[in-house]
């Protein structure tokens, strides 16, 4: 038994919490959990017996007029698979009475259930009102103590809303007309196992295929209740399934506990190790973390935790370090500032670009950390030009065939590139008119409007002179490595500016001009280099780390694929044919129900 051996391991993973619990539930109603205690009680009597008893027991409350003669429920075709030893296949509501009627006296106390106190939630006992039995008795469904119901209108149905009544005022209730409601008639069926049948995932996914009524108000019928083919077990296996649901539930809870403990504490150590990597001794706090990759980053948001970090620590120039110490006499970034100001100055001569407004002087209070030797505060502006993109003509629309002059729009802008899974085009006279506000290979783009804001990304060579959309601008730099860039504009530093910058009136929009005014660390040109490099190299082992997450999510998955199928091909599939056989019949009339 797979789910059994691996029942731990399965655990590990709390999304696979709903569908463990259902297959639990339906290996327990066949009999699969309860082998052991069948070999320890051979001498049981058989369910056929108790069969016999409950025909016995409802042919004695029709003759004392306390029930209503039912209809004769369809036969059950002859079944190919073997039950365990001493059960039978029966239906439902042979077992017992499907939707009774109370009757007591008026003015005794009773318990009242609204649908919002009917829990899915497995063993919950719900809530009631206390009122008078005058006052519930006409227009609710009616029960009491020890039934069994479940929610028969969508979508409380498919999300299993099931009780077992207890503890109700004088023993009996009312509650929402959405209920099914089953009653024992002898004390030899144990409601908890009947509520684990309700709580199955075949009765579910059965029950969702017959619902009839229109969208929204679609409800189970009472005829596939009635009709519903089980296994039937002896009273004492009865229990013993029941107790073993408990137990494996509660097992499952605190396994479950355990595991929100456990990424908790992963959580905890990955917050306290990247803290330390941003203010301590970054090589020797980067070796230590090493030695614990595989233990703590298991969860794709740590190593996210992790890329943000590093990109933290690019900036403050902590990844090169040792780098800088064996190349002490590279030309500091002050003289590549007055670089980059005399080729814009000689750009503006020449007419290749528009003067631009001076950008204010950075202030103390603005820097946020001491930066390495040979580094500079600078603006976003002083190393680039920001040019908007452009907005297509009145009446003029974008087309799908490949006209070969592409409008990159911001859904196109993906992963820190230009996705062509989907591209639009401009025509040619449309692209006559907004040709100078293109993108080159060179350039970053960058989203400035919308829920997207911030997102940046390079342009891969075969968007070279492509239009770009109005939502977003062009980054044209200035003898500052392209991937150093990009590395500075996606980190904390520079994104929490561009928060901070952003328009939040109406659609979020963000200003070239205050995109300009965006601080952000220069190194020397050499050490940019290195810092791509090292980022790089980081980065390939985040890829490994969320790449060996993504093979241990997909060794799970498939583990509980394989629980699935052993559960619910073979057996599941007859008690799913006999059931549809059932419900078929009394459709058509050959039943007496």
């Known amino acids: 038994m797979q789910l059994l051996d691996h029942f731990k391991e399965l655990t590990l993973h709390p999304k696979n919490a709903q569908e463990l619990k259902g297959l639990i539930l339906q290996l327990a109603i066949q009999g699969k959990l309860t082998k052991k205690w069948r070999e320890l009680n051979p001498n049981v009597e058989s369910a056929s017996v108790l069969l016999e008893k409950i025909k016995e027991k409802k042919a004695q409350l029709v003759k004392e007029k306390k029930i209503k003669k039912e209809k004769s429920l369809s036969e ?59 006052s519930v008795k006409k227009s609710f469904t009616h029960f009491r103590e020890n039934d069994v119901a479940f929610a028969k ?130 090589v020797k706090e980067w070796s230590f973390m090493q030695e614990h990759f595989k233990t703590f980053f298991t969860e794709k948001t740590a190593v996210k935790k992790l890329r943000e970090t590093i990109l933290q620590l690019a900036v403050q120039g902590k990844l090169t370090k040792h780098w800088r110490s064996e190349n002490p006499d590279v030309e500091p970034a002050s003289l590549l500032l007055e670089k980059i100001k005399a080729e814009k100055a000689q750009l503006i001569k020449d007419k290749k670009i528009k003067k631009e407004k001076p950008l204010p002087e950075i202030t103390a209070e603005e820097i946020p950390y001491e930066l390495p030797e040979g580094w500079s505060w600078c603006r976003l502006g002083d190393v680039t030009t920001i040019k908007g993109g452009k907005r297509l003509p009145k009446g003029e629309s974008l087309t799908t065939e490949n006209t ?57 060579e075969r ?95 498939q583990l509980m694929q394989s629980c699935l199928k052993e559960v619910f091909e073979g057996d599941t599939k007859e008690y799913e044919l006999a059931d549809t056989v059932g419900l078929s019949m009394a459709a058509e009339g050959k039943s007496d129900y």
Request: net charge negative; charged share 25%; with cysteine.
């Open 404 to 460: 070969g002059r592409v409008y990159i729009r911001v859904t196109d802008m993906k992963n820190g590139t230009i996705d062509d899974s989907r591209l639009h085009y401009v025509t040619e006279d449309v692209f006559k008119i907004i040709s100078q506000y293109i993108i080159e290979k060179e350039d970053l783009y960058l989203t400035i409007v919308g829920a997207t804001i911030g997102k940046l990304g390079l342009v891969p």
């Open 153 to 282: 209108i969508t979508p409380c149905f498919e999300n299993s809303k099931a009780c077992v009544f207890k503890g109700l005022p004088n023993g009996f209730g009312a509650g929402t007309t959405e209920l099914h409601v089953f009653r024992k008639v002898i004390d030899e069926i144990d409601p908890e196992f009947v509520y684990c049948i309700v709580k199955s995932p075949l009765f579910l996914k059965n029950g969702e295929d017959k619902m009839t009524g229109s969208a929204g108000q679609k409800r189970v019928p009472k005829e596939y209740f009635s009709n519903y083919v089980i296994g039937l077990p002896p009273y004492e296996e009865q229990k013993a399934i029941v107790a073993t649901v408990n137990q494996l539930f509660k097992e499952m809870e605190a396994l479950e506990e355990q595991t929100v403990a456990r990424v908790q504490l992963k959580e905890d150590f990955v917050t306290s190790a990247l803290q330390q990597l941003s203010t301590g001794d970054t």
């Open 76 to 134: 059950i075709d002859k079944i190919s698979i073997e039950l365990p030893e001493n059960w039978c296949f029966t239906r439902l509501g042979a077992m017992g009475l499907i939707n009774p009627r109370n009757t007591i006296d008026d003015e005794l106390e009773i318990g009242f259930v609204p649908m919002r106190d009917i829990s899915q939630t497995f063993s919950e006992i719900p809530k009631f009102e206390t009122r008078e039995w005058v």
């Open 463 to 557: 968007f070279h002179g492509m239009s770009l959309t109005e939502n977003a601008a062009r980054i044209i730099r200035y003898q500052i490595a392209k991937e150093f860039l990009y590395h500075t504009m996606i980190s904390d530093l520079v994104q929490n500016q561009f928060f901070d910058k952003t328009n939040q009136v109406g659609v979020p929009k963000l200003a070239l001009h205050r995109v300009a005014k965006t601080l952000m660390p220069l190194p020397p040109l050499e050490e940019q280099k290195a810092i791509v490099a090292k980022v790089n190299a980081l980065m390939g082992l985040c890829d490994g780390l969320e790449k060996a997450i993504e093979d241990s999510t997909t060794q799970v998955e």
